[in-house]
């Protein structure tokens, strides 16, 4: 069983910036995946970015590419999400989830079994 717990959401102004952290806890094995993903009003939940927790691969949405960068603490269980370049239509709520298989790209939220709460970032124009 693993719990994860969003932080960092909040409301900034377009060309700002935020990090978000998702705090796991219980077994994080190194074949897992810990993904990223968002969701606006009205919208389905999409694919934001994702890290193997063994480290190296890294994957984005290509409408984050060159503004969001993910990264892992290991040794804190702990996975990050810097936005730089926020634009409005990032506003969502940002769920953070684990994937326990290895699938490539891990990128549907269908194959993650393990969801936090969600914060909710609001970018203002």
């Known amino acids: 069983q693993v719990q994860l717990v969003e932080s960092g959401g909040g409301l900034v102004q377009a060309g700002g910036s935020l990090r978000l952290s998702c705090a796991a806890s219980g077994r994080i094995f190194s074949s897992y995946t810990m993904g990223w993903f968002r969701q606006a009003p009205g919208n389905e939940r999409e694919f934001v970015a994702a890290?193997?927790?063994?480290?190296?691969?890294?994957y984005y949405a290509d409408s984050v590419k060159g503004r969001f960068t993910i990264s892992s603490d290991n040794a804190k269980n702990t996975v990050y999400l810097q936005m730089n370049s926020l634009k409005p239509e990032d506003t969502a709520v940002y769920y953070c989830?684990?994937?326990?298989?290895?699938?490539?790209?891990?990128?549907?939220?269908?194959?993650?079994?393990?969801w936090g709460q969600g914060t909710q970032v609001t970018v203002s124009s």
């Open positions: 989830a684990v994937q326990k298989g290895y699938y490539t790209p891990p990128t549907r939220a269908y194959e993650y079994g393990y």
């Open positions: 890290i193997r927790w063994s480290g190296g691969n890294l």
